[in-house]
T-cell receptor
Framework: NAGVTQTPKFRVLKTGQSMTLLCAQD?????MYWYRQDPGMGLRLIHY???????AKGEVPDGYNVSRLKKQNFLLGLESAAPSQTSVYFC???????????FGSGTRLTVV | GQQLNQSPQSMFIQEGEDVSMNCTSS?????WLWYKQDPGEGPVLLIA?????ELTSNGRLTAQFGITRKDSFLNISASIPSDVGIYFC???????????FGAGTILRVKS
């Protein structure tokens, strides 16, 4: 049982490049989330999804897009990467109406 | 939006000491959760609290859901080196499933 799997684990981008982070969960969870973690700022919600085909903005959505075409996958896209997007990105999932999230192990992204 | 104030920001303690940290908010939460993040990993759920006044233990960890529903506390007894990491509190509002996270408490243990 893999839980929540994030790929890639590490990536270095040049300013202006684009990339997609993939999150996959095998727990049949309805809800999925993307967070970014920066020193001293905890976990900030970027976008989330309450079910297949739905997405919603979180606390810090600017510069990111997401898609949830399949229930088990939640993709986070950066169309034109900026140094301010250097961060560690975490995906999480939860049952609808359930308590507590299961997190992936993170993607460390550096934009130079 | 809702904010959680988590304190202390960091702690550096001797092995064997007890540790206390807390989380406060101006909002009322339906659920309080405590997570631990090991270096290079994602947060892992330690304890979930569902009722005001609830006191729950998980091994050497004990957490309490404050009576006002605006705060929560986590205690670690007899700390050991593997307790090192970042501890996050999180609150879940009554309506909706999104968690609000505190900024984290960094725990370092001197052996």
């Amino acid at each position: 049982n893999a839980g929540v799997t994030q790929t890639p684990k590490f990536r270095v981008l040049k300013t202006g490049q684009s990339m997609t982070l993939l999150c996959a969960q095998d727990m049949n969870h309805e809800y999925m989330y993307w967070y970014r973690q920066d020193p001293g700022m905890g976990l900030r919600l970027i976008h989330y999804s309450v079910g297949e085909g739905t997405t919603a903005k979180g606390e810090v959505p600017d510069g990111y897009n997401v898609s949830r075409l399949k229930k088990q996958n939640f993709l986070l896209g950066l169309e034109s990467a900026a140094p301010s997007q250097t961060s560690v990105y975490f995906c999480a999932s939860s049952r609808s109406g359930g308590s507590g999230y299961t997190f992936g192990s993170g993607t460390r992204l550096t934009v130079v | 939006g809702q904010q959680l104030n988590q304190s202390p920001q960091s702690m550096f303690i001797q092995e064997g000491e007890d540790v206390s940290m807390n989380c406060t908010s101006s909002s009322i939460f339906n659920t309080w959760l405590w997570y631990k993040q090991d270096p290079g990993e994602g947060p892992v759920l330690l304890i979930a609290l569902y009722k005001a006044g609830e006191l729950t233990s998980n091994g050497r960890l004990t957490a309490q859901f404050g009576i006002t529903r605006k705060d929560s506390f986590l205690n670690i007894s007899a700390s050991i080196p593997s307790d090192v990491g970042i501890y996050f509190c999180a609150g879940q509002l009554a309506y909706g499933n999104k968690l609000v996270f505190g900024a984290g408490t960094i725990l370092r243990v001197k052996s």
